[in-house]
């Protein structure tokens, strides 16, 4: 038996670290090769660890909720021959790279400067200089919630030689962030969060799962970073869903896919922010980026009732039975919790379909860091007076409200009118080939 160290592999291109979230084996158990024996967090999606090989497990070098970087060594093992695995094992960090972030400087704080804070029911003393280095998950996420580096240094840290974790941050925003608008001694004139101690009432307490969590910050992030502003049209989607109805049989037929109105969006809307390129932009300080990719993604729920973004890459570029075949794959891992972080991430312009749950329009909350998400409304039957040349008349017709939330920052009302007006007539002016 040969001792093997287990490595926490690589999980996406821009993924440098991970949260573990707990251990399927215990020092002493035996595990076969490609079991899962752990499960890590990224950013948005969960992961499973697998067993490199035959053997037992003999150390367990890292606890749940520690944040470990790619290639760092998470356990040891004994083991056999290692069996030959039908995927290619998951490529780990160069040691070169590791020692490179690890060496890396940390950031500078100020070293000396207390204050206190009436925001929590007890006094809240304020040391700065308490934490020296902050990994690049932790900055990640100070950037996300806009907290410096002055006020990193203030939050309680837990983690191992007084590092900074990620549920201390979360930890800290769940409490208002009370370091947030401290001020100095000299200075403590200023204005101070009140403590308002509002009535939360009684009840059955449910806490608030990981992902759960990760988007009541992304939201209440967004919401203090973007002004959003709402504008709405309505759509007569008749030739749309006529053309569906008729044509969705022989698409599975001929393609294996099923036909949803899913793709049909995708399509319309990629068409477009490609007339519209600045609605596909984000905002960097004082610059805007704008995107060359035009990357659709679609809010869809999962099991647990949480809603997670995946993303239909270069959607301008690929065709309707292409589409159809991604965006049903993606629906599928999402309802199975398989999907990837590289699928749930990049994407520059999101759709949410609110009429899947029968809402008749939405506000929905722009997805950082883009500057517009597009709402579709439930489709429905209603009498509408159609014009003609011989005169009006009244046509059931099928119809739904389109909404876009845009960052007024970057978008004034004539781009977003003028986008989501566009949208609508993609949406109307429906001319696609029979199958």
Request: negative net charge; contains cysteine.
């Amino acid at each position: 038996m040969k001792e093997i160290e287990i490595k926490l592999p690589k999980m996406g291109e821009s993924i440098e670290e991970g949260t573990i979230i707990s251990w399927s084996v215990a020092v002493g158990d035996e595990v076969e090769q490609d079991q899962t024996i752990l499960e890590v967090a990224t950013d948005k999606v969960d992961s499973e660890v697998p067993a490199p090989a035959t053997g037992t497990i003999t150390q367990l070098l890292v606890e749940p909720d520690q944040v470990v970087k790619v290639g760092q060594v998470i356990a040891k093992m004994e083991a056999g021959e290692v069996k030959d695995s039908k995927e290619k094992p998951t490529p780990l960090a160069s040691k070169d790279a590791a020692k490179e972030t690890s060496q890396k400087p940390a950031p500078q704080v100020p070293k000396k400067q207390t204050a206190s804070t009436s925001n929590s029911s007890s006094s809240y003393t304020l040391n700065a200089n308490q934490n020296t280095f902050f990994s690049p998950l932790v900055v990640s996420i100070a950037k996300q919630h806009h907290i410096s580096f002055e006020e990193l240094a203030r939050i309680p840290a837990t983690g191992n030689d007084g590092r900074l974790r990620k549920s201390d941050i979360f930890k800290y925003i769940e409490e208002g962030r009370p370091a947030q608008f401290a001020q100095p001694v000299a200075e403590a004139s200023g204005f101070q969060v009140p403590n308002l101690k509002l009535d939360k009432g009684k009840g059955k307490i449910v806490e608030m799962d990981r992902m759960r969590q990760m988007i009541a910050d992304h939201m209440v992030f967004s919401k203090h970073t973007s002004p959003h502003v709402t504008a709405y049209v309505e759509a007569d989607l008749t030739d749309m869903v006529n053309w569906r109805n008729a044509n969705k049989k022989a698409f599975q037929e001929k393609y294996g896919e099923k036909l949803t109105f899913t793709p049909l969006f995708v399509e319309a809307v990629a068409k477009a922010v490609k007339d519209f390129p600045m609605i596909n932009v984000s905002v960097d300080g004082k610059n805007i980026i704008v995107k060359e990719e035009i990357n659709i993604g679609m809010a869809t729920a999962l099991p647990s009732g949480n809603l997670i973004v995946p993303v239909v890459k270069n959607a301008d570029q690929k065709d309707l039975k292409t589409i159809a075949a991604e965006v049903n794959a993606l629906a599928e891992k999402a309802r199975n919790n398989k999907l990837k972080h590289d699928e749930t991430s990049g994407s520059t312009f999101t759709i949410s379909n609110v009429g899947t749950f029968g809402s008749l329009m939405g506000t929905p909350i722009i997805n950082q860091p883009e500057v517009a998400i597009l709402a579709t409304g439930i489709i429905k039957k209603r009498a509408e007076v159609m014009e003609y040349e011989d005169g009006d008349k009244i046509e059931i017709r099928q119809m739904m409200y389109l909404s876009l939330s845009f960052d007024h920052r970057v978008v004034d009302g004539f781009l977003g009118g003028s986008f989501l007006r566009r949208v609508a007539d993609y949406f109307e002016d429906f001319d696609c080939p029979n199958y």
